[in-house]
Each structure stands twice: as C-alpha cells, then as structure tokens.
C-alpha cells in the first residue's frame, strides 16, 4: 500500500518535481543556403523589455532549443564562422506556446546581418497540444463586464460557461474561475493557474487577477504533454505580466449608472439598479537594471448588481382561509380538500372538500399563523386568472472588493533566474431586504476572500539542461454572514414557543437563521448556511534535458488540501398542494389543491428536512510522477510521446469523524434466529416480494484506517502525438492523452463527503399514511418519530439503523477521460491561420454532473422492486405494524422505531431495518463527446485583429432511464441537452482615421486630436439553445417541432401527467424541441489622447448587450403548471453602458 511517507521519501530523494507549465519554447534548425545543418553555432534569446538574453549552441543536426521561456517578445539572433549573422525580430512568445524559428544562414562576414522584422504567422509544428491563447492586445481592448480573465475561456468554441451567466463570472465568484466544459464534462474539474501555479481548491478556484494586470491567457482542451494533470482534460492559465526595464503603469475607473442602462428584465419591468465603482492601477518597472523587475497592481469595487424576485404569494382571502376566489386558468373555482378525511379503496380515493372553499381559522396551525406574519402582500394582480407570479420586484446585490497582486523577478545570475508572487483579494456581500421582513431570503451576505502565493526557480545546469522548481499556496475562505437576516435562538423559539425541538440541533450553531420554508415555490428564509476554508500546497518542478533529436523532461509533484467546511441547515420546511389536493395520486394540480392552504394547515410529511452538521477538517494529498520525449523524427515530424502516473489519497478527517461504508455482508446479532423480526401477514401476501436480509454494520474511520474508501494507485496516463509538418505553411497534428479526474475536483466541497454519520444527524418528518398526514408544523418531531440526536460514533455498527444512510464504495474505479484531437492548420492569407480539428472525449466511470452531482453517481442499494408498485399500486401505501416499533434507542437508533405502523412498502425491501441506501461512485458510467471544430484567427496587425470559432458537438451520458432500469442497474446513454452548435467572435480595431493612418494622415493637429485615435472591440457569442428535458409524462402523439412562440413555446397538447404506477416511456428530450436561441454583442468604443510623450489618456464606452435584445430563458416544463409551456423569464439583462476613464504612462 502506498503511503504519505513513503512517497514523500521519493519526493526528497529527488529535487525534481512536475511543473505543468506557462512558459513558452522557442526551438528549430540552423541552416546554411543549401539547407545543409549549421552545427555548433550559436544561437541567442533576447527579451525586448527586460534585455535578458540566453544563449545556446546548436547540436550536430543543427538543432536549437529554449525552453521555461517567459511569455514576452523576444529577438533571436543565430551566428556561426564563416556566416553572416541572422536576426529574428518581433517574436511573440505566448503562454504555453511552442515558436519554430529555423534561421538561414548565408556565407560572408558575420558584420553582414539579415534582419526579419515581421512577425510571421505562427503554426504549432512541434506539439499537437490543443489550445487557443488570447493575447495582451486582446485582453486589454475585449469588454469583459465581470473583469474576470478566465472569462474569455469562452473565447474557444469548445469552451461552455457552465456559470450562472456571463456577466456574472466575476473573480471573486470562486466556482465562476473552474465554471467551464472544455471539450465535454469538465466544469469544476479543470487545472486553473496563474502563472503555472495551481490555484484550484476542489471544484472551485481561489484568486484571479485584474484584467490591467493579466500579459495572455490560454485555454488547453487536450495538452498531450504528460506534464499535465490533475484534471479532467482542461487546463485554464493567465499568465500575468512582470516587471521590464522601463517604468510602466497605469489609472483606471470604470463607471455605471443606471440612467444610461436599460430595463434589466423585461419580464419584471424593475428598474436597472446597477451601480458600479471600479478604480485601480498598475505600475512595474526596474529595481536594477537587466536584472531585478517588479510589478504592481491594484483594483477596488463597489458594485450593485441587478436581481429579480418573482413568486406566487397568498392574497388576503386566502391569508384569512378563504379560496372561494382562488380560480383555474379558466375561471373555475380550484377546490381545496381535507387531507385528513382521505379514504383509500383499492385505487380508488376520495376526499372531503372544505365547506365554501374555505378553511376554518381553528383549523390554522399556531406556527403557521406566526410565519404568515412575516410573509408580505402581492404587488399584481398576477399573469391570469390563477394569479400565478402576483410578486414581482428588483432588488440589488452590494459587494465591496479589493485586490492587490504583486510579482517580482529576479535574474540572479544569466542560469538562474527566480520570481516569486504574492496576490490577495477581499470581497464583502450583502443583499437589500425587498420583503421588508426577516423572512426574506438572504441570498448574498457574507464574504469571500483568497490569498495566494508563488515562487518559480529556473536553474540552467549546462547549455542541455534545465531545471525547474515551483511552489504555490492557496489560501480561500467563502463564509454566508448576513446581519440583518439572523434569527437566533430566541427568535426561533416565537415560531414554537413551549417547544424547543431544534436546541440540540442549534446549541453549537454560531448563528441561526429564518428557516427555509418553500410554499409552492415561494421561498423564504435560509435554512442551510456555509463556513468553507480550504488551504492547498504545491511543491512542483520539473527537468529539461536537451539530448540530439530528443527534448527529455521528467519530474514529480505534491500537493496537499485542507479543508475546514460546516453546512449546518437548521430546516427546510416545504409545503405543496399536493396535501389539499382530490387525490394523492398525480393528482391535477391544474384543478385543484393550494401550498397555502397545505401552509395554513401546517400538514407535514417526510420531504420535511432539519439538519445537525457537525464541522469536518478533511485532508487529502495528491501525487504525480512524469517522463516525456518530444522526439524530432526529422525536420518535419516530431513525436511527442509520455508517460504520467498519479495517486490521490482518499478524504481523511482529523478527529476521525467521517464513515466508510455500511457493511451488508455482516449479519446484525439481534436479528438472527429466534431473534427474527416477525413481519406482518400482508407482506407474505405480496407474491415475487423478495426475503429481507437482516445484515448491516456501519464501519467507521480509524487511525489505523483514516481514509474515506481504498484509493487507486493505477493511474497510468499514456500521452501519445504526432505533429507533421506538410509544408511551411501547413501543420497536420493527432494526439490522444489520457487523464484521471480528481475524486477530490468530483466532491467539489468536503460537506459533499458522505454524511458524518453520527457526528452530525438527520431527521424527517413523519410520512404520510394512505394520504393522511401524520405530522403537523407546530410539532415536527413528536414521540412517534423523535428527532434524531448526533451521538458520535458511540452507536457503533448500529449506526443508521432505522433510517436513511449513504457511503463510498470502497474500491472506486478513478474516472478516467480519454480525448483524442485530429487538427490542420494552415497559414492562409494576410496573416490570417485557420484550423478545423475533429474531437473526441471518452470518459470512463464517470460522475456526471445532474446524476448524482458532484456528490457522486449512486447505486440504490435498498430498493423495492417498481413491477410491486405497477402490479399492487395504492395497496402497498396500505398502513400495516412495524415489527421494529419499540426497539431500544442503543439498537435503532433511527426513527423508523417510533412508529407503530408503516406502509407496507416499506416492509418491501431487500433491508427493511433501513431506509434508503446509496452507494455512491458507481462504476461504468460512460461518457461520449463528439466534436467538429473550426477556428479563424489574425493577430493584431495593420490595425485590426480577430478570432472566429465554431464548434459543432454531439454529447451523452449514461443514466437510468426509468425506475425498472434502476432496478435493475441498467444504464442508457443519453443525450446531452446542452447547445449542440456555438459559435463565438471576437475583435479589435484601430479605426483608420488621423496622422499615420489611411485617411487623414496630414491633418491639422486640432482636427487629429478630434477624429484620431479611435478604436472598437467587440465580442459576439451565440448558440443553437439547449434542449428542453422532461419528466415522465404520457405522451399522445408527435410534439414536433417547438413553435417558438413565447406563450406556447412547443405543442404542449400532447403531453399528460404521467399515470399512476407506470414505468417511465418518453424520452428525455426531442430533436425538435430546443429553448430559445441565445446570442449577445458586447463592444467598446474607444479614444486615445497623447497627453505628453510617456503620458497617454484613454477614454472609453462599453455597451454589454448593446442591441438591448432581450433572450427568454428556457419555457416551463411542469405539465401540471398553468404556464406550462410558456416562456416567464430572461437569461440576459438588458443594455448596460460602462464608461472608463485610463491613463497609461
């Protein structure tokens, strides 16, 4: 078994460790006119800003090569006896690029030089790595409304924002940074870096950086450098920029004002609230020359962000238990029924409907009638005649940030060089009270903070050989704190005075909050809170070795997580009309039943949730070890050929309170022989009920076994890639690599681990019997299903017994992504390259995000065969005696022992001791993308530049398909609903007007000052629109094509709530039925003024929806919904103008 130790051992018996790089090569061939190989001549690497130059000396063949080269442009000069010299200008060197330069050298004088000054097109013929980089020129002209660079990831056609919306990808929104697809399911599993420096923390990043501050970004879809790893397949990285010899800087603000904004939302009409401050600068320069940089940057916000409430809340009949007025879409009176006069025969159910549609008020729950208080009054009549969505408002998300970063480089001597950086944010959140009373949900209070370091060492051993040593920090802390939306203990006990059942889930709460209450989608208060402090050490590096047509490089690498994380949740208290409908059986909620009548009952059932989470300090390590030899076959086919291996330790807690796994081999002592629970007679009548197994020990962790489950230590990643040189202008590269996702990148947050059964607890409300409620709102937890107390692991094997658990496998298969890339490039024509590329990701025991989450894709271990439901229906809900009534706390702990009936279901399962069991991280989940990409790009030159993309895909996914399928274990692959075609452009233009430009360029100085210097960006992004996915319904004919019509978006007449106890028949979704279209352009218009000869000021206009068109999200797919259908909100806000004033010197 592999351990900490021993590989730490390893790591300090060796200085070499794996650096997943930023830094470019600049590698290629001396030659003379003949073509012949030039050797032994030498080659130098000049950086035009910092002067900083590095020579090497061409082997046998004529071959040269830099690599750990800084993003920058750089001159290189190559000169041999007998030659004159050759000089190479203007070379881009970008992050993570790989730059041919094949110097041609002709005999004379070496005083006779041939200067190239033009920067040439760059084709990628030394790796068939798959990428797009977005350049400084780029970055400082694009809008970029969130100021968050790892936003133009999207940029790249293959990139998908899996966030929220774009405009709300802002840095310090830590899932915003990893929020993306690259090339299939990648989001939140993504390698994100600054500088090569790792600043990822489970699913989430930690800091980024200004925009002013950024030099380029890349986004990697397939980097077949075995170098690279740690996620999914995509690789995320700014590199920032660094000190030179010259002074440089500059000041900033950005402002918006809501007069020069439209309406965000169309839907709502509520005022555009936004209101932005942003100022900041920049400033680097020498501390010697040629040898110490340094460079600054800092940016502060005080932003309000626009948000939009909409909800269906009671008007005041109904808050009185009158719904005599309480109508159908088409006028009729929607009746309300009395749970508790439900009558069950056979399939057949009645109930008494309240006398007059009204509920008498000595019929109110006491705690209902105390939170009615607190919930305020519609402010419209609502959409029709239901008075479906009668609240609507706007209000504002505040947040106050900085951020400050710094980077410093130092050339100690011309083989070691060192830089190290330090970077910190602060951000403060808040939201205004719109209900005006504590049960408005507080959705943004708090804060969010990060902190991050790094230090890059660069030592040239000999003119063959480099090394590379690296270390990072990552420091984050994302904490819910909101002042005004505190409740307390003392509040709490107003809502149930008399009856304090939450204290001994609250006692060590350091703050209590409004419950959660969710009233037929009417939300309030905020039951679950979080406390998240992650921390993540890198030590990582690697060694160059240049050796005839070989580059070698090889390393190792480790990084360590800590986590301290609480997500307490006092309740979650939901309310539907299915309680006060005609039946409990699909009833129609189109006719009849009302949440607010169920509310002002106070009926309660098992969807009840209250919560007592006790806080975790998880642990994990991550190791890697590397070897890869780009192999130049001859000048125009190299091999890029690698080899990785990883090992990631399973989660492990400092106080040892996380679980392992449920053992359902292990037979429980009491249970056994004349010990057996005596079942109840019905369940012997239910013919193919299978015989319950009374086994079940709950293993917890250990100091001699800390880990959550067993860790794979098989992770051979092979990389393999051809990169062919057609001709000087064409590059023909295939690659394929393998990657291992982190399990820890799966979990996403420790709180996702699988409960910290008995440290923390969980309860639900009684379940309903036959449609009678069992429990009601003042009295959650009575005797008969008491709330269950965390009692540590005292409980032993007993664990859970009588309830619901949930565990890893122990052995779970690491998912594995394989992804293959077919690319041509070309050099077409002024200065423009294109590549199509085919893509290809197969994932392998994966954990999909929507099945399962990020928590883990499960197998239902305690299942009850559904055929037993199709075949009995309302008879299995029949109640019948629970054989576990009465058993002592110490050897059922859970709540099914307070009950002295249960439905016979129950009784059904393979383990009817327990409630729902789940194992999580099945394996053989597939995963299939499919891709055909097209790319346009020019760099900036004669003015103007642009980058066109076009991704064409095709995704899906194993899943159950229906509850039979689950049964049986069965997957299905299915379709993914994202967009299937995207599309993205982005440009920038110096407009062709005033002195050294095509029209005016001899005008009068007044007149240039009024017409020159101006520019325009702009980024346009489309897609086809997702597809609608449905639930089981019946179906009655062919739904076509969606009509795309905002009130009746698709032909909703086909689809009929599914019928009772039937297995699911329709498809997930249609080919014809997609949401909306989304498309958006984004510009700036830009002017320059020259104020001195170092002082510049720019002027600055960005329009973010600039046509102001409003793009309807995705139409309602609740078939029992009056608005079924049809289209009710926005995905976009509407125009906003941000103007900015930066002056550079």
Do not use: C
Not at 313 to 338: I, N
Not at 856 to 879: C, E, W
Not at 1022 to 1041: A, I
Not at 1099 to 1127: A, D, K, W
């Amino acid at each position: 078994m592999i351990t900490t130790r021993s590989v730490l051992l390893m790591l300090s018996a060796s200085a070499l460790m794996l650096a997943q790089d930023y830094r470019g090569r600049v590698q290629g061939v001396v030659s003379d006119a003949s073509s012949a190989a030039v050797p032994m001549a030498t080659v130098t690497l000049q950086n035009t800003n910092t002067q900083v130059a590095t020579t090497r000396t061409t082997d046998e063949s004529g071959r040269y090569l830099f690599d750990f080269v800084e993003p920058g442009t750089y001159t290189l000069t190559a000169e041999s006896s007998g030659f004159g010299k050759f000089v190479k200008e203007n070379i881009q060197v970008l992050v993570r690029s790989d730059i041919t330069v094949n110097p041609s050298l002709r005999v004379g004088d070496v005083s006779q030089t041939i200067t190239v000054s033009e920067s040439a097109v760059e084709i990628q013929f030394n790796t068939t790595t798959l990428g797009q980089t977005i350049d400084t020129k780029m970055l400082k002209e694009l809008p970029v409304l969130a100021r968050n660079p790892f936003t133009l990831a999207l940029l790249d056609p293959a990139v998908v924002n899996r966030y929220s919306d774009i405009s709300k990808r802002n840095p310090f929104y830590q899932l915003s940074t990893t929020g993306v697809d690259v090339g299939g399911q990648t989001s939140g599993r993504n390698e994100v870096q600054i500088d090569g420096s790792p600043i990822g923390v489970g699913s989430r990043g930690s800091y980024a950086p200004p925009m002013d501050a950024v030099q380029e970004f890349t986004v990697q879809q397939n980097s077949i450098d075995a170098e690279s790893g740690f996620s999914a397949g995509g690789v995320l990285n700014v590199g920032m920029k660094a000190g030179t010899n010259e002074y440089h800087g500059s000041l900033y603000y950005f402002g918006r004002n809501p007069k020069f904004n439209a309406v965000s939302n169309a839907f709502t009409r509520a005022p555009n609230v936004v209101r932005n401050h942003v100022g900041g600068g920049t400033f680097g320069g020498p501390i010697r020359r040629n040898r110490l940089f340094t460079f600054f940057t800092y940016e502060q916000w005080k932003n309000r962000q626009p948000y939009t409430r909409v909800m269906t809340l009671p008007t005041a009949l109904e808050r009185a238990g009158d719904f005599s007025r309480t109508l159908t879409k088409d006028g009729a009176l929607r009746p309300v029924f009395d749970p508790i006069t439900t009558q069950t025969s056979g399939n057949v159910v009645t109930r008494t409907p309240f006398p007059g549609n009204r509920i008498p008020p000595s019929r109110f729950d006491p705690t209902s009638r105390l939170f009615l208080a607190d919930i305020w009054e519609p402010n419209n009549p609502g959409d029709d005649l239901t008075g479906v969505n009668n609240y609507r408002t706007g209000y504002a998300w505040f947040l106050n940030y900085w951020n400050f970063s710094n980077r410093t480089d130092w050339n100690i001597t011309d083989k070691w060089k060192v830089f190290a950086r330090y970077s910190v944010i602060r951000t403060r959140l808040d939201n205004n009270n719109y209900g005006g009373t504590v049960a408005t949900t507080s959705d943004n209070g708090g804060l969010m903070d990060a902190l991050n370091g790094a230090f890059d060492s660069v030592y040239t051993l000999s003119a063959r050989s480099v090394l590379n040593f690296r270390m990072g920090v990552v420091y984050s802390e994302d904490e819910y704190d909101s002042a005004w939306a505190k409740l307390g203990e003392a509040g709490l006990a107003r809502y149930w005075p008399g009856n304090a059942w939450y204290t001994p889930y609250t006692k060590d709460s350091p703050a209590v909050y409004y419950p959660n209450l969710n009233i037929g989608g009417a939300t309030f208060g905020k039951g679950s809170w979080w406390s998240y402090r992650p921390r993540k050490y890198s030590y990582q590096g690697s060694m160059g070795h240049d050796r005839n047509r070989h580059y070698l490089k090889f390393g190792m690498a480790y990084r360590h997580a800590y986590e301290y994380s609480v997500l307490p949740n006092l309740g979650a208290f939901p309310f539907t009309a299915n309680m006060t409908a005609e039946t409990y059986n699909a009833p129609n909620l189109l006719l009849n039943g009302s949440a607010w009548a169920t509310f002002l009952l106070g009926y309660i059932d098992n969807s009840l949730n209250a919560q007592y989470v006790s806080p975790r300090y998880t642990e994990q390590d991550q190791y890697g070890v590397f070897f890869q030899d780009d192999f130049k076959l001859n000048r125009r086919v190299t091999l890029n050929l690698g080899l990785r291996w990883e090992y990631e330790t399973a989660p492990s807690e400092r106080l040892r309170r996380l679980s392992r796994f449920l053992d359902l081999t292990n037979p429980i002592p009491e249970f056994q022989g004349a010990n057996r629970p005596v079942m109840p007679p019905q369940v012997a009548a239910i013919p193919g009920a299978v015989q319950p197994t009374y086994n079940g020990a709950w293993i917890y962790t250990t100091d001699q076994n800390k880990g959550l489950y067993n860790a794979s230590a098989r992770n051979f990643l092979p990389r393999l890639g051809v990169a062919i040189r057609a001709n000087d202008r064409t590059a023909v590269r295939i690659g394929y690599a393998r990657y291992a996702v982190p399990l820890m990148s799966v979990f996403g947050y420790s709180w996702r681990l699988p409960a910290t059964d008995g440290f923390s607890a969980i309860s639900n409300g009684p379940p309903q019997l036959l449609g009678v409620p069992q429990g009601v709102f003042s009295n959650p937890f009575p005797a008969s299903n008491p709330l269950v107390l965390p009692k540590g692991n005292s409980e032993g094997r007993n664990t859970n017994l009588g309830a619901a658990a949930t565990w890893s496998a122990q052995n779970p298969k690491t998912p594995m992504n394989d992804r293959v890339n077919f690319t041509v490039e070309r050099d077409l024509f002024m200065g423009f390259k294109g590549d199509v590329t085919f893509f290809m990701n197969f994932g392998h025991n994966m954990v999909p995000e929507g099945q399962g989450g990020n928590a883990g894709f499960g197998t239902a271990r305690n299942m009850i065969d559904p055929q037993l439901s199709y075949t009995h229906k309302n008879n299995l809900a029949v109640p019948v005696t629970n054989p576990f009534f009465g058993l002592p706390a110490s050897l059922m702990p859970g709540q099914l022992r307070g009950q002295r009936t249960v439905p016979l279901s129950t009784l059904l399962r393979p383990y009817p001791q327990y409630g729902d069991l789940t194992e999580t991280f099945r394996p053989g989940v597939e995963n299939r993308y499919k891709a055909l990409q097209m790319r346009l790009q020019r760099r900036f030159a004669d003015g103007y530049s642009i980058t066109w993309g076009y991704n064409y895909n095709r995704e899906s996914t194993g899943d159950y398909f229906n509850a039979p399928d689950q049964y049986a274990d069965r997957l299905t692959m299915i379709p993914a609903a994202l967009p299937r075609h995207r599309m993205t452009v982005g440009t920038t233009n110096d407009l062709p007007f005033g002195r050294g430009q095509k029209f005016g360029s001899n005008i009068h100085p007044v007149l240039n000052a009024i017409i020159g210097g101006w520019s325009t960006s702009s980024i346009f992004m489309w897609n086809s629109g997702s597809f609608l996915r449905f639930g089981q319904l019946d179906v009655t004919g062919d739904p076509g094509k969606a009509t795309r019509e905002w009130s009746r978006w698709f032909n909703t007449s086909v689809f009929k709530q599914a019928t009772p106890f039937t297995p699911r028949t329709n498809p997930f979704q249609y080919d014809g039925i997609t949401g909306p279209r989304f498309w958006q352009l984004d510009t700036t218009l830009s002017k320059n003024f020259a104020l001195t000869e170092r002082f510049k000021l720019e002027l600055r206009f960005e329009g973010y929806n600039l046509t102001n068109s409003v793009m309807p999200g995705n139409p309602v797919l609740n078939v029992v919904s009056t608005q079924f259908g049809g289209i009710t909100s926005q995905v976009n806000y509407g125009r906003e103008v941000q103007y900015t004033l930066r002056i550079h010197f």
